[in-house]
């Protein structure tokens, strides 16, 4: 069982539910990488998604979109993220997961990269715009360093593509939440529940629901259907704000209520 699933469950072996945080690489520029992972693996979260910026995101929304963009301008490349990451992996005590495209990683060089990436503390990866059918090309390198393959799994495809994805995806399953963009939103679906448990039904591997959740309530109502979540733009923003208080308040409603 891959470090990345094996976290993910331990955490929900409590009634906890996982919380995992999508911070942007370089966002405000790399110097602020340790802090931010080291502040949020301090309030409790169980894995940690970074984002590397990359010039042609798919299904991002303005908030990551722009944080993209002030990475980028901050000089912000797969490779230095890496190296970053590296120099302080000894203090980072959750399985990190790297957001990337395909390209950066093809231009790096698919076993160069999972190597260093393992030693930077990568644990799993979300490649979006990797569909399943090609995910040959670097699966055996992952494989071999022990980085889980995380799926994204959308609403729109069809059933037996869902299936498909569930049942391939390491670590956990990443079910996307909307059909659309990333980003903060007030509703969704009222079908989800019985979407969840089809995922559920597929495989062991925990299923996490990403994309719009942003107050504590939709942890809690998405906590209650699936095994945890994916917060990013309401993160990201709070980060570039510097606003603790409320990555904090996310993340305490993940956890069981503690006993009075
Ligand atoms: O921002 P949101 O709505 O909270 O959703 C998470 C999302 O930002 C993060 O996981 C992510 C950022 N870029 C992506 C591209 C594809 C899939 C997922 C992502």
Redesign the pocket.
């Known amino acids: 069982m891959s470090q990345l699933k094996e976290t993910i469950l331990k955490t929900t072996a409590n009634g906890d539910k996982a919380f995992v945080p999508?911070i942007m690489a370089g966002d405000g520029g790399l110097d602020k990488l340790q802090p931010t992972i080291l502040k949020l693996q301090e309030l409790g979260v169980t894995a940690i998604?970074v984002?590397i910026p990359f010039t042609d995101?798919?299904?991002?929304?303005p908030?990551?979109e722009r944080a993209g963009e002030r990475a980028l301008a901050a000089g912000t490349t797969l490779r230095k993220v890496v190296e970053t990451l590296q120099g302080f992996v000894d203090q980072v005590t959750v399985p990190l997961v790297a957001?990337t495209y395909l390209n950066p990683i093809l231009a790096y060089g698919v076993e160069d990269f999972a190597r260093d990436a393992k030693a930077a503390g990568i644990r799993g990866m979300?490649i979006?715009d990797m569909p399943l059918e090609e995910s040959e090309i670097v699966h055996p390198a992952f494989k071999a360093e022990g980085i889980a393959l995380v799926q994204?799994v959308s609403l729109a495809s069809s059933s037996e593509r869902i299936e498909r994805l569930t049942k391939a995806s390491e670590g956990f399953i990443?079910a996307?939440t909307v059909n659309g963009i990333?980003?903060?939103?007030q509703s969704f679906a009222d079908e989800l529940g019985e979407h969840f448990k089809k995922l559920q039904s597929y495989t062991d591997t925990p299923v996490l629901a990403?994309?719009?959740?942003?107050t504590p309530d939709h942890v809690r109502n998405f906590g209650a259907i699936c095994d945890g979540v994916?917060?990013?733009?309401?993160?990201?923003d709070s980060i570039a704000n510097d606003d603790w208080v409320t990555i904090e308040e996310l993340v305490k409603a993940s956890k069981v209520a503690p006993v009075k």
């Open positions: 999508y998604e984002g995101p798919v299904a991002d929304g908030t990551i957001m979300i979006p994204l990443y996307v990333t980003g903060a939103r990403g994309f719009g959740i942003s994916i917060v990013g733009s309401k993160i990201v």
